[in-house]
């Protein structure tokens, strides 16, 4: 690979990420920790990013918000894994709360049609469900979002507080082991918040892309997350730190 393509994955790496490893990009590269370095040092002095200790961050520290159209063409493989670990716990007569993540979304599109409630703010997911005859939809409202593709504010927030929600399928930007899960958009960390405290149980969707890292918004603690579901690409190391705060976590193979 020529230096100016890995140099172009990088940035593509720090729009998803924020930040990122000398040691994970010179392994994900398939070259050396000093390679990398000079691709760091070079983009650097370009003003493409900024060096830090061990690597380096975006212009802004921070991820790219991405739209859910561009989000639902990353990772769909593990997001489908993720997705058929979870179509036997949907059940007639329960009520199921839906994010606006596309890994949610992957559940969604497997769902059966039977007699059961769904309660979300996403736009996709009541695009979808409209289809099926049997199953109870409600939107919870508010002013939409175009980029996120989902229904915010207040409303939203108010609708959810009428019902009695059974199961929470929610997914985040990021999972860490001490903080827990986060998200890049203020008013989607307050929706998944408000689901985390009222459902009964809590199902964190999350690919092993998404582990180990940070976002923005910190919307709910390992010990409030009934479950998390990741792939098979996840360190065994990080399962164990999650498994230690007494959460159950299943893999996706």
């Avoid at 990088?10 to 398939?30: Q, S």
């Avoid at 929706?191 to 690919?207: M, S």
Wanted: proline share 2%.
């Amino acid at each position: 690979m020529l230096a100016v393509e890995r140099q172009q994955k990088i940035l593509a790496l720090l729009e998803e990420r924020g930040t990122v490893r000398t040691i994970d990009l010179a392994e994900e590269f398939a070259v050396t920790d000093e390679t990398i370095r000079r691709d760091l040092q070079s983009m650097d002095e370009s003003g493409q990013l900024t060096r830090t200790h061990g690597g380096a961050t975006s212009l802004s520290g921070r991820p790219k918000l991405q739209s859910f159209t561009e989000r639902r063409s990353l990772n769909v493989d593990k997001k489908k894994a993720i997705a058929q670990v979870l179509i036997d716990q949907i059940q007639p007569g329960r009520t199921y709360a839906f994010d606006s993540s596309t890994t949610a979304f992957a559940l969604v599109s497997i769902l059966p049609d039977l007699p059961y409630r769904i309660v979300t703010n996403a736009y996709a997911v009541i695009d979808h469900m409209v289809r099926l005859e049997n199953v109870e939809l409600v939107s919870t409202g508010g002013r939409y979002d175009q980029k996120t593709q989902t229904f915010i504010g207040g409303d939203s927030q108010q609708a959810l507080r009428r019902y009695q929600i059974h199961t929470a399928f929610i997914s985040c930007i990021g999972l860490d082991a001490q903080r827990g899960a986060s998200e890049g958009f203020e008013q989607q960390a307050l929706f998944k918040e408000n689901l985390v405290q009222i459902a009964e149980q809590v199902v964190l969707l999350v690919d092993s892309t998404k582990l180990d890292k940070q976002s923005e918004y910190f919307f709910a603690e390992i010990k409030n997350l009934s479950m998390i579901v990741t792939d098979s690409g996840a360190s065994p190391e990080f399962v164990k730190q999650l498994h230690d705060k007494g959460c159950t976590v299943r893999i996706a193979e």
